[in-house]
């Protein structure tokens, strides 16, 4: 079993920054793959971002490419969303995920074994 919890949601104005954690325990976090995904309400749980076991390859949604940067430390077992550039769209529940993979990092949640209990993303206009 592994548990996240995640971290850093609130209200932002337009243009702001925030920055989400995601904290693990329980089996080696290394060996996860880690992603974020958001779910706005009345709408279907979408995928942000993503990254592999060791940090090397990061994968993200067109909608916040070049805004929002995934990152990990292995040796903290954590892993974070820094959100730059931030628009009213953004405004969602975010959730941390978890998938036992080396080979691949997946993008559709079905294959997250994992997940956090989110956090809420305000952003105003």
């Known amino acids: 079993q592994v548990q996240l919890v995640e971290s850093g949601g609130g209200l932002v104005q337009a243009g702001g920054s925030l920055r989400l954690s995601c904290a693990a325990s329980g089996r080696t976090f290394s060996h996860y793959a880690m992603a974020w995904f958001r779910q706005a309400p009345g709408k279907e749980r979408e995928f942000v971002a993503a990254?592999?076991?060791?940090?090397?390859?990061?994968y993200y949604a067109d909608s916040v490419k070049g805004r929002f940067t995934i990152s990990r430390d292995n040796a903290k077992d954590t892993v974070h969303l820094q959100m730059n550039t931030l628009k009213p769209e953004d405004t969602a529940v975010y959730y941390c995920?978890?998938?036992?993979?080396?080979?691949?990092?997946?993008?559709?949640?079905?294959?997250?074994?994992?997940w956090g209990q989110g956090t809420q993303v305000t952003v105003s206009s």
């Open positions: 990254i592999n076991w060791s940090g090397a390859s990061t």
């Open positions: 995920a978890g998938a036992l993979s080396f080979a691949r990092v997946p993008s559709r949640a079905s294959e997250y074994d994992y």
